[in-house]
C-alpha cells in the first residue's frame, strides 16, 4: 500500500474529468512522477504519454509556429512533453519570444 492511496479516489476522479497531471499533482499534493502508478494500482489506466501524434505538434509548431506554451494549453500536457515531442522530432526550439512590456500586459 502506498502512502497516496487515500488520495486515490479524487485523483482517479481528477483524472476522468480530465486534468492534467500538473493540476491532479497540486490539488492533491502527490508527484507527478506517482500519478500513473497510482491510476494502474486501482484500475484507471494511465493517460497515453501523448494524445497527439507528434507530427501534429511539429506541424503546429513549425508550419503555424504556435508557441510551445499554446501547445501545452491545447492538448493539456506539459511544456516539457511538448519540447520533448520536438526533440524527437529533431526540432530545435525557437528562442522565447520577448517579454512583455509593463505598458502592454
Do not use: C
Request: proline residues 11%; positive net charge.
Amino acid at each position: 500500500m502506498s502512502k497516496w492511496d487515500a488520495v486515490a479516489p479524487g485523483v482517479i476522479a481528477d483524472y476522468r474529468a480530465g486534468l492534467t497531471w500538473a493540476e491532479i499533482s497540486r490539488k492533491h499534493g502527490i508527484p507527478q512522477g506517482s500519478i500513473a502508478a497510482l491510476l494502474e494500482r486501482h484500475g484507471a489506466a494511465p493517460p497515453p504519454s501523448l494524445p497527439v501524434a507528434e507530427e501534429e505538434i511539429v506541424q503546429l509548431y513549425v508550419g503555424e509556429r504556435v508557441p510551445i506554451r499554446a501547445l501545452a494549453e491545447r492538448f493539456r500536457i506539459s511544456i516539457n512533453t511538448i519540447r520533448a515531442a520536438l526533440r524527437r522530432a529533431g526540432v530545435q526550439p525557437r528562442p522565447p519570444g520577448p517579454p512583455l512590456r509593463k505598458d502592454r500586459r
